[in-house]
């Protein structure tokens, strides 16, 4: 990006809880913010490099920072979009946009700000969650059509995988997901309350319904792996930000609403698996970062909740 596009973002940083986990937070809770730079429902978030990518839903445009400060460094379709899901494709250096209004995907380049491609717009009807795969296959999520639509790179054909109901390979609004290390694909299937883990071709490999035997999942949101493939996801109704292990069992949950946590609704891990990125739509829209580079033991640090 443009040296001389970075400002400040200008609205309050401040920490929502004295831990170590925070390194800085940014929320739209502050009486000096200035008009227009405030995040309004910002629904996902993703790193490419060091830099973060919000999708700043109700202000109508995608947010760049540095995820190391805070600091703004450009926005890309201000006004003029309504993002729901962004993803980085390092194939292309494009950032990825779902665009609600019109439902398609807007790929913008990272050097240039500008808008280069978009595609999609017959194939969807509530298109939600993205990601990337390692060889530029995008994978996009539909919540009214309950399924997952895959573009394979130089292609302009959609392969859909799955339908509406409650068996493994169906869904009932699968709202975000994810690529991991080895190109398997996780999904939040909300309304079945699981996380439901594909490979490329359509074949489901592992449904993980539970954190713990009693504690079922609410509604879960955004979804991230980190580079070990453990697991990282926003349980929207309990307020909840939980690691599970790469093969779906519960680990801890490394947030909760006493960390003033609410309504988590994206989530990202950045490439070196060091620093985790949260947006929340709750009464108040929030954009944090924590580190992940800690001890073993870390259970003095995070509330276990039961």
């Known amino acids: 990006m443009n040296a001389n596009l970075t400002r400040k973002f200008n609205i309050a940083k401040k920490r929502l809880f004295e831990g170590p986990w925070m390194k800085w937070s940014i929320s739209d809770d502050d009486p000096d913010n200035i008009d227009g730079l405030n995040l309004n429902s910002p629904y996902d978030v993703c790193f490419y490099d060091n830099n973060l990518v919000v999708a700043d839903t109700e202000n109508k445009q995608v947010v760049i920072l540095d995820g190391k400060k805070g600091e703004l460094i450009t926005t890309l379709g201000k006004s003029a979009i309504s993002p729901v899901g962004v993803a980085f494709d390092r194939n292309s250096n494009h950032i990825l946009v779902v665009e609600a209004q019109r439902q398609c995907i807007l790929h913008y380049d990272v050097n240039t700000g500008q808008c280069v491609e978009g595609w999609g717009k017959h194939h969807f009807k509530d298109a939600r969650g993205i990601g990337i795969t390692s060889n530029g296959s995008v994978v996009v999520s539909d919540i009214e059509l309950h399924c997952i639509k895959i573009r394979e790179p130089g292609s302009r054909k959609l392969k859909r995988l799955g339908s509406y109901g409650t068996e493994h390979h169906t869904f009932r609004y699968p709202m975000y997901l994810n690529i991991d290390s080895n190109d398997r694909i996780l999904i939040s299937d909300t309304h079945n309350n699981c996380i439901k883990t594909f490979d490329m071709s359509g074949n489901i490999l592992r449904e993980t319904r539970e954190l713990r035997s009693e504690k079922p999942f609410g509604i879960l949101s955004g979804i991230s792996t980190m580079p070990n493939r453990n697991i990282i996801v926003c349980d929207y109704l309990n307020n909840f930000v939980s690691m ?63």
């Open 244 to 306: 599970l292990s790469n093969d779906g069992h519960y680990i801890r949950h490394l947030l909760s609403s006493k960390q003033s946590i609410e309504q988590p609704t994206g989530v990202s891990i950045n490439s070196s698996g060091t620093d985790m990125a949260v947006v929340s739509a709750g009464l108040y829209s929030t954009l944090s970062v924590y580190s992940l580079d800690q001890p073993t033991d870390i259970s003095k640090d995070i509330e276990i909740v039961d």
